[in-house]
């Protein structure tokens, strides 16, 4: 397995992914998570804004040459609901 930088190549595979976590997540409590169809466009959409952003980390896990896994993590400002000055966050 190897870890690396996301690259706009990558994008399709982890907007599969994060569809399925959400999917997942409403399938096991609808009421407390939305799902918004068509979930993989919009992660597509969001996560190709987050390739080489500064400040921004997103990464791949890649398996015989297969997008398995991501990371994606930023710095975020103060955050007075959470209590938290600026850190850093793994979404």
């Not at 399938?27 to 466009?41: G, K, N, S, W």
């Not at 952003?53 to 975020?76: N, Q």
């Amino acid at each position: 397995m190897e870890i690396r930088a996301a690259r706009p190549a990558d994008v399709p595979a982890a907007a599969r992914l994060a569809a399925a976590l959400v999917r997942q997540h409403h399938a096991f409590d609808p009421e407390r998570f939305m799902l918004v169809e068509p979930v993989e466009e919009g992660y597509a959409s969001f996560l190709r804004t987050q390739v080489d952003r500064e400040g921004v980390v997103f990464l791949v896990a890649e398996l015989d040459g297969a997008v398995v896994g991501y990371l994606l993590g930023g710095l975020e400002g103060r955050d007075w609901m959470l209590l938290l000055d600026d850190c850093g966050k793994i979404h």
